[in-house]
């Protein structure tokens, strides 16, 4: 059984936030991490497909997230999350989250803080399977929670079958969000 906590190392909070934010934060991101966390080793042959993985586990567990959503011109975000509108009981929360599987550290530290200052979201995800990713370097701090998930997949060149190809394709608004933890 994984513990839905986020006190795995592999997670880490990147910017500095008070506590309150953080730990509304946390109540969003542990039930999306925890199918992510269950799945097998995940293959990767580039970003989409590793986008596509991390898809298949959600829908694996009934969760379905807006995919490439513009936040703003020229800003689009691998997945969003609009947990108001499917939890009643809850505000309206927006969850951002951005898959990376390379680049330099400081290029993609400028897009995720781009990315805060939509003022579209009130947190960030970060699942990336790159160990230079620490996100140590930022020229500001981005204003939202920041979280980095290490993902522990496997970059696979040799991989030809695609086990989500039976999923659907071009959900872009129509998600279902799991319950927040409270």
């Not at 580039?46 to 513009?70: S, T």
Request: hydrophobic content about 35%; overall charge neutral; aromatic content about 10%.
């Amino acid at each position: 059984m994984i513990d839905p906590r986020l006190d795995d190392p592999s997670i880490r909070l990147v910017s500095p936030c008070p506590e309150p934010e953080v730990d509304e934060a946390r109540r969003h991101i542990n039930p999306l991490l925890l199918p992510i966390r269950a799945a097998d080793l995940l293959r990767y042959r580039d970003e989409n497909e590793l986008c596509a993985e991390i898809e298949w586990c959600w829908a694996k567990a009934g969760y379905q997230l807006g995919r490439e959503v513009d936040l703003a011109p020229g800003n689009r975000i691998d997945f969003f999350a609009n947990f108001g509108i499917y939890h009643t009981g809850y505000r309206t929360y927006r969850l951002g989250v951005e898959v990376k599987v390379g680049g330099p550290q400081r290029d993609v530290a400028r897009q995720l803080l781009r990315y805060a200052e939509t003022g579209q979201l009130d947190c960030l995800l970060v699942i990336t399977t790159d160990a230079r990713h620490s996100f140590s370097w930022f020229p500001r701090p981005p204003g939202i929670p920041l979280f980095a998930f290490h993902l522990p997949a496997q970059r696979d060149l040799s991989k030809t079958t695609c086990r989500y190809s039976a999923l659907p394709t071009g959900i872009r608004w129509r998600h279902v969000l799991p319950e927040p933890d409270r």
